[in-house]
């Protein structure tokens, strides 16, 4: 096209413009179904007007940049096509998002190699910078993947077309325009099959992004769990456990886990410095080292930036003894949640008695709820914290037998379906053969979830190598609890026959 015949501006799309944006969509995507229908269009208008914007060339379009805006944590992690795009072809925008995801760049074969394209990504990143938002995200086809696939992994494909040894047409465009590749995103599009299903996630960053307070406070939507799977050893000192519980604490924090859960009674080692022999005055021993302990682990909680549930220790108030978990909040708040249910054994060889508050506690990562052991087999605490809308329920656990742990298991299981919410479970393991009752344990830890199609068919995200000391980590999508509670194939929440039956909380301490 002669260069003095043309007249380049761009402009915001209407719905005027649809018949052409279907031409041009057809022409770039015969493969993958052609031109998205009107009604899709028109609601990206609709939603997002500053975010659809065009290349026209005197009165014709010939070029299309569609954008939606997203949530950043959601959508900086894996994810498909179809959690952008459903298969009704909505569009799923979000108006609070924090991040705007690039869906479509389209340039007419007439006009490419006029750079039309880098000035659409520049207009998306001036859109980006206007909204103050933190970046700008796509995946990314790799379209000629198809032609090594045989030879080179898709890894090895995107190394080389980053050293520019092999050409790609999205991604060498893509990584000229400052983007770069976050990771491999499998079977995105799997219809897709130039790219073999793969694509790229892409983040260009806006470096003037300037967060604000309403951000700050925004509930986090990816929240990351680390559970430790805590081996009972023989110890020398208070030091050297407090030692043992930082290794982990410092190991947990390196990936950014937002919690971080301990068994029931992990400290139980340190009866071991004692010579009681009868387990009440054992464990009163063991009491007096709670507060401190508490206290050193809420310091921790603080230098290593995530909040720790404490496991349980027990506590000595005015003579009586409690079975108790704190949760230490990387603010330096500390909350305690005391275990309601306690066992025969507990009750009649260590004279501890059950507490009778139960409450969520807000942190800066979701609502969260603590039940000990014991106390996840009573699946009326659960409902009560449900009812409270926790998102996670924490459960330090201590299990001597597999008969016993599996009862813990299956319970949490059963709390975390109905009353549709993740549900992390941590033991012990190993032995402790010079303290009396406390010789054997048995564990596998494990992160639970509900059961529907957001989640894995067997409702585990995670779970710990049984009895081996070993750290878990799973990261809970928030987003996915919210759409189960109105869009799930069963609804045990919205569900329940309150004409008929109620859980009745009666009041705490």
């Known amino acids: 096209m002669p260069q003095d015949k043309l007249n380049i501006q761009l402009c915001n799309l209407t719905e005027k413009y649809y018949g052409q944006i279907e031409a041009l969509m057809d022409e770039a995507y015969p493969d993958l179904g052609g031109a998205w229908p009107l009604h899709t269009i028109t609601r990206l208008i609709e939603e997002f007007p500053e975010g659809q914007i065009g290349v026209i ?71 980006c910078r206007q909204y103050n938002l933190r970046a700008i995200l796509a995946g990314g086809r790799i379209p000629n993947y198809h032609q090594h696939a045989e030879t080179l992994t898709p890894a090895q494909y995107i190394e080389q077309v980053s050293r520019r040894a092999i050409y790609d047409p999205i991604l060498t465009f893509q ?39 309403t951000v700050l406070h925004t509930p986090k939507h990816i929240v990351r769990v680390g559970a430790v799977q805590w081996q009972m050893r023989a110890i020398s000192s208070y030091e050297e456990l407090v030692a043992q ?20 009674f992990f400290n139980a080692p340190l009866m071991g410095l004692s010579n009681m022999y009868q387990q009440k005055d054992a464990v009163l021993f063991l009491a007096g ?15 290593y930036n995530a909040n720790i549930i404490t496991g349980s220790m027990p506590l000595n108030e005015n003579g009586h003894l409690y079975n108790v978990s704190y949760l230490c909040h990387r603010s330096g708040q500390i909350d305690e949640q005391r275990k309601i249910h306690v066992t025969p ?36 605490l659960g409902r009560i914290l449900a009812e409270q809308e926790a998102d996670i329920l924490f459960v330090p656990f201590w299990t001597d037998t597999k008969n016993s742990y599996l009862r813990v298991r299956h319970c949490a299981q059963a709390r975390a379906i109905e009353n549709e919410c993740y549900v992390v479970i941590a033991g012990s393991v190993g032995n402790l053969p010079q303290v009396e009752a406390l010789d054997v344990q048995y564990s596998q830890s494990a992160v639970l979830s509900p059961s529907d199609f ?12 049984p009895n081996t000391e070993m750290l878990l980590f799973a990261d809970l999508d928030m987003s996915k609890l919210k759409i189960l ?18 859980v009745k909380y009666l009041g705490g301490e």
């Open 57 to 127: 060339d005197s009165d014709e379009l010939v070029g299309i940049a569609l954008t939606v805006q997203v949530d950043y944590q959601r959508f900086s992690n894996p994810h498909v096509y179809e959690d952008i795009v459903d298969s009704n072809d909505d569009v799923k925008n979000n108006p609070e998002g924090d991040a705007l995801y690039g869906l479509d760049v389209v340039i007419k074969s007439s006009h490419r190699g006029l750079r039309l394209g880098r000035r659409l990504y520049d207009a998306r990143k001036e859109l």
């Open 175 to 213: 990584l000229a325009n400052e983007f770069q590749v976050k990771r491999l995103m499998r079977k995105y599009l799997p219809e897709d099959e130039k790219s073999v299903g793969y694509a790229t996630l892409l983040e260009w960053n806006n470096i003037l992004f300037e967060p604000i307070d």
């Open 245 to 264: 519980v930082e290794f982990f604490v410092d190991t947990v924090s390196d990936y950014q886990s937002d919690f971080i859960v301990f068994p029931e």
């Open 289 to 303: 080292y709670t507060e401190k302990l508490r206290d050193h682990m809420s310091k921790l909680a603080i230098e």
């Open 345 to 380: 054994h507990e009750k009649r060889d260590l004279i501890i008695q059950g507490g009778s508050d139960l409450r969520v506690f807000e942190t800066d990562a979701g609502r969260v709820g603590i039940l000990i052991c014991y106390d996840v087999e009573f699946p009326e």
């Open 454 to 465: 957001p989640f894995p068919h067997d409702s585990v995200l995670a779970e710990a190598t």
């Open 485 to 502: 509670h109105s869009e799930g194939t069963v609804r045990n929440l919205r569900d329940r026959r309150l004409d008929v039956y109620q």
